[in-house]
């Protein structure tokens, strides 16, 4: 008498099947594995030593149509996104030359060859100056009159330690990229490439654009050395992010009243809809506050709206009474 089995029995074809579709799915991840590795390190990779220049221009050459690629991607996908919300409003017979210019008109390209120059120069340039300017480093060997039955303090415990002055290991490619990186090269290294790099990539962008990309770099450089700050030295300022939004506020709008020629169209349009007012008062503040007087034309404009309140409108009578 035969007795059924208790596990599922698998026929050769959908064993096969099954077998090859992991096989596929071990390549497919594989695939993905080296394609993240062309964009970022592996975890625990330690950092490329170069030897030579030829070496730093390689892989600077590398790093930055890496770094273009990727900029290229995401300029074009998002004016593509942005030419599929107005697809609507567009004619039919212009909607294919608004996608090939979302894609592969000139903010695309400008905004590759910004990220892609950065990164050229920047890695060129931080990885040769260690060549071409070597440090010698002064190794400090034992002594060999030193005595070695000197009694040694032992170190603290963990317990001793007090909490606050307790770091954070690191694991052991992170300590040997940061013994290799204080090697290798000096502070003023990379405030040099930075700088050189940064100049010459900003040249690519329109002309408009580059203030507002300047301006947004150097509040992300005051936040990097704010945060390096009061990681050092141990210092916290409670809710210092919404006092510093509240001072940024505060420029904002006093720049805003007294002088708009220095701000981006964008932030004045912005503040003249969320303040609600008249643009003919806001130009009366301006005015104000630049010579102390107002033109009159501007008041009879606000006083000739017909959503003007009486209390208002007395005291805007009054006022151009004087």
């Given at each position: 008498m035969s007795r059924t089995p208790s596990y599922i029995q698998l026929a050769p074809r959908r064993a096969m099947a099954s077998f090859e579709n992991l096989v596929a799915l071990a390549n497919h991840q594989e695939r993905l594995r080296e394609a993240r590795r062309i964009v970022w390190r592996e975890r625990g990779e330690p950092a490329v030593e170069l030897e030579d220049l030829w070496e730093c221009m390689e892989h600077?050459?590398?790093?930055?149509?890496?770094?273009?690629?990727?900029?290229?991607?995401?300029?074009?996908?998002?004016?593509?996104?942005?030419?599929?919300?107005?697809?609507?409003?567009?004619p039919k017979n212009m909607r294919l030359p608004l996608i090939q210019h979302a894609i592969f008109g000139k903010d695309s390209f400008r905004f590759?060859?910004?990220?892609?120059?950065?990164?050229?120069?920047?890695?060129?340039?931080?990885?040769?100056?260690?060549?071409?300017?070597?440090?010698?480093?002064?190794?400090?060997?034992?002594?060999?009159?030193?005595?070695?039955?000197?009694?040694?303090?032992?170190?603290?415990?963990?317990?001793e330690v007090p909490l606050s002055a307790r770091q954070s290991r690191l694991s052991l490619s992170a300590q040997a990229h940061q013994v290799w990186a204080r090697k290798k090269?000096?502070?003023?290294?990379?405030?040099?490439?930075?700088a050189l790099a940064g100049g010459l990539a900003v040249m690519f962008e329109k002309r408009s654009r580059r203030v507002v990309i300047a301006q947004?770099?150097?509040?992300?450089?005051?936040?990097?050395?704010?945060?390096?700050f009061t990681s050092k030295h141990g210092f916290h300022l409670p809710n210092g992010e919404v006092l510093m939004f509240c001072l940024c506020s505060t420029q904002l709008c006093t720049q805003f009243l007294h002088d708009q020629k220095h701000s981006p169209r964008s932030y004045t349009a912005w503040l003249t809809t969320a303040s609600g007012a008249p643009s003919n008062a806001i130009k009366i503040v301006q005015d104000m506050n630049k010579t102390g007087a107002f033109d009159v034309q501007d008041l009879n404009k606000i006083l000739s709206r017909e959503d003007l309140i009486p209390a208002n409108q007395a005291t805007l009578l009054a006022s151009r009474a004087l």
């Open positions: 600077a050459g590398r790093g930055g149509l890496r770094a273009a690629a990727i900029a290229f991607a995401l300029r074009a996908s998002v004016n593509l996104v942005l030419a599929t919300i107005r697809m609507g409003s567009v590759a060859a910004m990220l892609g120059s950065f990164v050229t120069v920047y890695k060129a340039t931080l990885n040769a100056l260690p060549i071409l300017l070597p440090v010698n480093e002064r190794a400090s060997l034992p002594s060999p009159f030193e005595d070695e039955d000197e009694d040694i303090e032992a170190p603290p415990t963990p317990f090269t000096r502070r003023w290294h990379s405030m040099f490439a930075g947004q770099l150097f509040v992300r450089g005051l936040q990097g050395s704010y945060n390096a």
